[in-house]
């Protein structure tokens, strides 16, 4: 991590790893941001941190309070899944998990966040059938590089991912003066279910680790009937 700036012992900050720890202008005052959420890595996280359950979390205030640490205003949201696989003939399992889906779309767009959505393919593999969620990464690289062309006056982006995929544009957004902030997760252990990407960590300006805190900071106040208590948001692909 040779050229990164640590934080300092007493930054309110705990979970802030590389940073500007002399808090100059750059660094503490207020700017517009986007928040672009990989929705497969941050439900696979939910559920690291429910111990096996989805934890239910408003996902509008989880990205203001992630922009609000960063002294940022939220501009925008985008929010990039796969909805879950539906045969030519879907089952009633198929059916639930749709609706629930579609359930949860709808809530995210009367939000006020822009919702991305790729597809879900699924291979049979050794006789078991496997789901993959197609097109996202790209989706999530497109939005990226328009962020210059779309939103001029955006120089600070908040990415959630694990992906090194998006290593070159995050390199591009920098020589153009648009610094990324990445929110993440990994295990420093053998077989870790999250594993750290050491290249998309070095192209970032500053990496943040995700807490349990971060999910549970921000319930959803008014919930109807669970999406799907058994399967989480995106189920049916598999994360």
């Not at 399992?93 to 995210?108: A, F």
């Not at 990324?180 to 870790?192: H, N, S």
């Not at 999250?194 to 999910?215: A, C």
């Amino acid at each position: 991590m040779e050229g990164k700036i640590y934080k300092l012992q007493d930054n309110s900050n705990i979970n802030m790893l590389p940073g500007n720890p002399k808090g100059l202008p750059d660094e503490s005052y207020s700017y517009d941001t986007l928040v672009l959420i990989d929705e497969a890595f941050l439900s696979k996280l939910s559920k690291h941190f429910g111990g096996g359950k989805y934890i239910k979390f408003d996902r509008a205030v989880f990205s203001q309070n992630l922009s609000k640490k960063e002294r940022l205003f939220l501009k925008q949201c985008f929010i990039y899944i796969a909805p879950p696989f539906l045969s030519s003939n879907p089952t009633m399992e198929e059916e639930t998990r749709k609706k629930g889906y579609d359930k949860l779309i709808t809530q995210l767009k009367e939000k006020g966040i822009i919702v991305r959505e790729g597809r879900c393919q699924r291979l049979k593999v050794d006789g078991k059938y496997i789901y993959n969620q197609k097109a996202v990464d790209i989706l999530i690289a497109i939005d990226l590089m328009s962020v210059p062309i779309k939103f001029p006056k955006i120089k600070k982006i908040i990415l959630i991912a694990s992906d090194s995929d998006f290593v070159p544009v995050i390199k591009s957004l920098a020589e153009q003066n648009i610094k990324t902030i990445l929110y993440t997760y990994y295990e420093e252990k053998r077989d870790a279910q999250f594993s750290r990407s050491n290249e998309l960590i070095k192209s970032v300006h500053k990496y943040v680790k995700l807490t349990k805190e971060d999910f549970t900071s921000c319930p959803i106040i008014k919930e109807g009937k669970d999406i799907d208590k058994n399967k989480g948001p995106v189920s049916g692909v598999k994360t």
